[in-house]
Nanobody, 123 residues
Framework: QVQLVESGGGLVQTGDSLRLSCAAS????????MGWFRQALGKEREFVTA????????VYADSVKGRFTISRDNNKNTVYLQMNSLKPEDTAVYYC????????????????WGLGTQVTVSS
């Protein structure tokens, strides 16, 4: 059983940056692809980005491409989400998730989820 704990969220202004972290425990971190999803108030949870087990491959939603960067440190059992040039539409609860490497953009593919961290971007 993998436990995931997100941190780093907060209230920022348009154009600011934030770095989210997700610490994993209870499993072999390098066995899992890791993803970040977000859910805005009243909307469905959507894919943001994901990274392969080794960190060699990444994929991004079009809405964040060029602004967000996912990375992982398998020695620290942690995945990161660097968010730059934040916009009000990035406001959401951000969740990290762990799962197999196939279909890593698909929410249902992920077996383990954190409780999320709130990111609010004011205009």
């Amino acid at each position: 059983q993998v436990q995931l704990v997100e941190s780093g969220g907060g209230l920022v202004q348009t154009g600011d940056s934030l770095r989210l972290s997700c610490a994993a425990s209870g499993g072999t971190f390098s066995n899992y692809a890791m993803g970040w999803f977000r859910q805005a108030l009243g909307k469905e949870r959507e894919f943001v980005t994901a990274i392969s087990r080794s960190g060699a491959s990444t994929v991004y939603a079009d809405s964040v491409k060029g602004r967000f960067t996912i990375s992982r440190d398998n020695n620290k059992n942690t995945v990161y989400l660097q968010m730059n040039s934040l916009k009000p539409e990035d406001t959401a609860v951000y969740y990290c998730a762990a799962g197999p490497e196939s279909f890593i953009t698909v929410r249902m593919n992920y077996a383990y989820w954190g409780l999320g961290t709130q990111v609010t971007v004011s205009s």
